[in-house]
């Protein structure tokens, strides 16, 4: 049974201040919640779930101690932020990452110039995720980290990988000396030059407009993904750019 | 002015038995139509946008024989597939690629083994648009190639580059003795190991499932992108592991 007190608590956390003033996102579908719940990091301070879940998730939680709801699917239809709920709803504390401006890990992290797409964000995430980057930078008008789409399309990646927003002036201040590669449609060619540095800002652009004139000022190299002679696109994906660029990122 | 006909048929292409019955497909935002207006491929039958929109493309329109109709905003939400109408929509012909199952271009080509979100399918095509892929196979259950969320993400490409629904098994047959590579969870590693070759058929299995194992028994290299020692996530995203080894496809 959901009161109209939880109902109305987790759709305020569909917006963004108030997410921000509690410190919690949502995390949905069978998938995420599990690993969620699995340890592989994040707090989970409720779960709103239909009873198929609760009967097969029976085990692991009881050895946890969250406040378990059983819903039925026309009310987690209600509190979701999908359009075909999947099963099971986490209300999810923020991940306090140590505030960390000098870049961490000794390796590339991103910069992200206004990336726009929660999906784009969320698939940023995860690529950082699969390749060890430590922590990712975004322009104040990047899409919020905890949107649910940005939370889905990362895969759990939310709780994984840093996210910050600062200017890129900013952060080339807190880290004097670095290589601040931007990937731009006229650059040096990335891939067969091996321009990748293990350790350095690798700024990718907004989905439509690339990188602003004041951030594209500030890199020291300016790079680039050859396109094939036959090759008709005019750009590829932000993130699939930034998933090629960060294969040839030192391991 | 937009008649009760018109607007009815529009609506019957945004599924996909009317789009196939009728070899016609929607394209929408300006940026999109512009850019088939301005001749890089496709076929535009008819043209619905609003008046600011055709102010600004006088030029264009006064070239091309094409029947325009001017709509208003809440017209042009009633015929929009998407949550957001972009000014401009337009009816376009399917193009009609030779049938080519022998590979084109002698280039590797994708076969995508069950791509489900249009997302991932549009993203393909315009990564294979990029690379210079010559053409993307895909299984009877993948997404259709003319949903309007394919269109829309595929950027343009879905008019460049040739889609064809096909087994695998087909497909090989059809072409004996070529490379069959596949991305699975335990392989090779197809970066440093530069695995990709000039020619050959490179298998995306689906978002969840992964390869089907009667397509990954017909694989002869089953190769990986390597996660770095220090990552969390359980895989990369379908389009971005495309992109990545697309980007090792030897030019």
């Known amino acids: 049974m959901l009161s109209q007190n939880q109902s109305k608590h987790i759709r305020s956390l569909h917006l963004k201040k108030f997410r921000e003033a ?3 996102f949502l995390v949905e579908g069978d998938k995420m919640v599990s690993e969620l719940l699995s340890g592989n990091g994040g707090t989970v301070t409720q779960l709103y779930a239909e009873q198929g879940w609760l009967d097969r998730n029976k085990s692991l939680l009881s050895m946890l101690k969250i406040p378990v709801f059983e819903v039925t699917a026309s009310e987690l239809e209600k509190i979701s932020t999908m359009v075909t709920p999947n099963q099971v709803l986490a209300v999810v504390q923020m991940p306090q990452f140590s505030p960390n401006l000098t870049l961490p890990g000794r390796r590339t992290c991103f910069y992200l110039d206004g990336i726009q797409d929660p999906g784009n964000l969320g698939t940023i995430l995860r690529i950082a995720d699969w390749f060890g980057i ?76 690339g990188i602003r004139p004041h951030n594209e000022s500030l890199l020291t190299h300016r790079i680039y993904i050859p396109r094939h002679p036959n090759g008709g696109a005019e750009s590829l994906n932000a993130a699939v750019a930034a998933g090629i660029l960060s294969a040839f990122i030192p391991f």
Chains 1, 2 share one sequence.
């Open 22 to 24: 509690e410190q919690l």
């Open 134 to 209: 430590p922590a990712v930078y975004c322009s104040e008008d990047s899409a919020d980290f905890y949107n649910p789409k940005v939370v889905q399309s990362s895969m759990g990646a939310i709780v994984r990988v840093p996210g910050w927003r600062i200017s890129l002036e900013e952060l080339v201040q807190q880290n004097p000396g670095l290589p601040i590669l931007g990937a731009v449609m006229e650059g040096e060619n990335a891939l067969e030059n091996r321009l990748l540095p293990s350790v350095g800002i690798l700024v990718i652009g907004n989905e439509g407009k």
